[in-house]
């Protein structure tokens, strides 16, 4: 059974600090990677989708990164603004199509 | 973008009452949507996959006779939550597959369900 684990939970950082967020998973065998942003009793907005064959893909800001191998993923915020201040989720897809999703990481970028 | 819209956005009911939620692909044709359940500090959970004109297929551990759910147009799936009760209470998020984007969900901003 897929499991998704992101780490930290929260994260408070100053504006313009580039940040990290970690996301691993126990079954390498994925078909895709997601990364969302959920605003608080909101949605989920799509930021980058990695295919399985793909090592990283960009979008402004945000550089999202995979190695299947190790079962790992890394969202890079470079120059942090106020407004990205959202939960973060990580999601796999293991050919069903059907998503599982980590916990999500709480940003909070700080003026 | 495709849009995914749900209605209503917010509400709460008395236990042991029924509660529809609807889910829309406003701009294209969706045979297949899913439904999410998202407690508070939680992951989202697939509760079900919703296939247009067939039976949805539930998660482990999710009471079929409680959630129903119906799939009756290329753009509509209803989950109707039965018999509520306050542990039912919790964030419900609907997403829905473009035929011709099938990598990428779109989802519907959420139904906050409060049940007393």
């Known amino acids: 059974k897929q499991e998704v684990t992101q780490i930290p939970a929260a994260l408070s950082v100053p504006e313009g600090e580039n940040l990290v967020l970690n996301c691993s998973f126990t079954d390498s065998a994925i078909y895709n990677l997601q990364w969302f942003r959920q605003d608080p009793g909101k949605g989920l907005t799509s930021l980058l989708l990695i295919q399985s064959s793909q090592r990283e893909q960009t979008s402004g800001r945000l550089n999202a990164s995979l190695d299947k191998s190790s079962g790992r993923s890394t969202l890079y915020i470079a120059a942090s603004q106020p407004g990205d201040s959202a939960t973060y989720l990580c999601?796999?897809?293991?050919?069903?199509?059907?998503?599982?999703f980590g916990k999500g990481t709480k940003l909070t970028v700080n003026p | 973008g495709a849009v995914v819209s749900q209605h209503p956005s917010r509400v709460i009911c008395k236990s042991g009452t029924s509660v529809k939620i609807e889910c829309r692909s406003l701009?294209?044709?969706?045979?297949?949507m899913f439904w999410y359940r998202q407690f508070p500090k939680q992951s989202l959970m697939l509760m079900a996959t919703?296939?247009?004109?067939?039976?949805?297929?539930?998660e482990q551990g999710v009471e079929k006779d409680k959630f129903l759910i119906n799939h009756a147009s290329l753009t509509l799936s209803t989950l109707t939550v039965t018999s509520a009760h306050p542990e039912d209470s919790s964030f419900y998020i609907c997403?829905?597959?473009?035929?011709?984007?099938?990598?990428?969900?779109?989802f519907g901003p959420g139904t906050r369900l409060t049940v007393l």
């Open positions: 701009d294209f044709q969706a045979t297949t």
């Open positions: 919703s296939n247009e004109g067939s039976k949805a297929t539930y």
């Open positions: 999601a796999v897809a293991s050919g069903s199509e059907k998503l599982v």
């Open positions: 997403s829905a597959i473009r035929p011709t984007s099938t990598d990428t969900q779109y």
